[in-house]
């Protein structure tokens, strides 16, 4: 694809983008030409499998860039078409705000939808992949990196007001954003921190899992032994894309288990048809915990995202969790799969922060960027985030000998 810079990004828009194309509005190459290693759930084909995903209101927003006066690239829908030089995916929902209510709170919110069913419930356009964390800008390179992130912000503000959406909200950015925190802070948004994500870092060089196993210091390694031990009668299976399409159905109905008991985060609905697209791609796949009579104790949905290992969602039911040690030795086999694939790391998301660090994992900040069209409702719903997101301070744990005392 010929290189490009954006000179006058806002014009360079894709007419299309945000008018309910979907997807369609770029072919899949000239997509994935823009979306580097460790960006998979970014690529054409992983958004395209989410688009089952139920959220009230769901409906996906792709918005494109392209370079002014540049050559086509042969790639695109239609003959001709400049190449792309900047994108990020987005989708309208419905926030449901009482999702992050809890008790008095919760109770109060009951008794509102009892007269109004559809009190506190927002339409929101979310910069980001509905189901993974990341920095959802695409640029290529070569290109104006601010005026292309400035003019997909611009383009989200107009998906906004054509799907009656008031908020807009760009997920999962670190705290030093750079060229995409500036564009964002230059048009009014302002920063809310969110839960860090948990990554294990593989580059120490494990040559096996009982490598890793011995650099963990006594304390660690003797609960990851006893963990191991509890659940040693379940026995391990990975399936790769499309091997775990004909279990779509279960996975579904195990991770519900664990949405219905979820008190840190609950908001996407994954159905069947998600689980089912999600096992035709390549770089998909699960790691099954079963019974000796072959029954499933528990998942972990992962993405081969070289040079990262992504886990996604896990699901058990709470006995399996509880009598077998399920979820935890879920853990330390995803950390095996990892190390046996060569993974560089493993990103282990935002919930479940002890079980995590006691692997070894590290948290990293994480930030959403809010505007509302209304600044003063945008001071309010800030104040609001910001103590019902106010991430609980997570200090990294000296889980490994080589760290200090």
Request: net charge positive; hydrophobic share 45%.
């Amino acid at each position: 694809m010929t290189e490009v810079p954006v000179l006058d990004a806002r014009a360079a828009a894709d007419p299309r983008a945000g008018r309910r194309a979907g997807l369609g509005a770029v072919a899949p190459d000239a997509w994935d030409r823009l979306v580097g290693p460790g960006r998979g759930p970014f690529r054409h084909a992983f958004l395209a499998a989410c688009e089952p995903v139920a959220l009230d209101g769901f409906a996906l927003e792709p918005l494109v860039v392209r370079a002014p006066d540049g050559p086509g690239d042969g790639a695109g829908p239609g003959d001709g078409e400049a190449p792309v030089a900047a994108h990020a995916p987005a989708y309208l929902y419905d926030l449901d705000l009482g999702l992050f209510a809890r008790g008095l709170g919760a109770r109060l919110i009951s008794l509102l939808r009892r007269l109004r069913p559809r009190a506190l419930r927002r339409r929101v356009l979310e910069v980001g992949c509905p189901v993974a964390l990341g920095d959802p800008f695409s640029v290529a390179r070569g290109a104006d990196e601010a005026a292309a992130v400035g003019a997909l912000v611009d383009l989200a503000g107009d998906a906004a007001r054509r799907g009656a959406a008031d908020l807009v909200v760009v997920r999962d950015l670190e705290p030093d954003g750079g060229a995409a925190a500036k564009a964002l802070a230059s048009r009014g948004f302002e920063a809310v921190p969110l839960p860090p994500s948990f990554v294990l870092d593989l580059d120490g060089g494990f040559d096996s899992f009982e490598g890793y196993l011995a650099a963990l210091r006594s304390d660690y390694r003797r609960r990851a032994r006893l963990r191991l031990e509890r659940a040693a009668g379940l026995a391990v299976e990975r399936l790769a894309g499309p091997g775990f399409g004909p279990i779509a159905g279960e996975l579904a109905r195990l991770w519900r288990c664990v949405y219905e008991r979820a008190d840190e985060y609950r908001r996407e609905v994954l159905p069947e048809a998600f689980f089912r697209g999600i096992a035709r791609l390549p770089a998909a796949g699960v790691l099954v915990l079963r019974r000796p009579d072959r029954s499933i104790a528990a998942f972990a949905l992962l993405l081969d995202d070289r040079p990262w290992l992504r886990f996604l969602y896990s699901g058990c039911e709470a006995e399996a969790a509880r009598r077998e040690g399920a979820y935890f030795r879920l853990l330390y086999e995803i950390v095996r799969t990892g190390i046996e694939g060569g993974y560089r790391r493993v990103e282990l998301g935002i919930t479940t922060a002890e079980p995590k660090l006691d692997l070894g994992a590290r948290p990293v900040p994480l930030e959403a960027w809010i505007r509302h069209r209304s600044p003063f409702s945008q001071a309010l719903i800030g104040r609001a985030l910001r103590s019902v997101l106010a991430p609980r301070p997570v200090a990294p744990r000296r889980a490994f000998r080589t760290e200090g005392p």
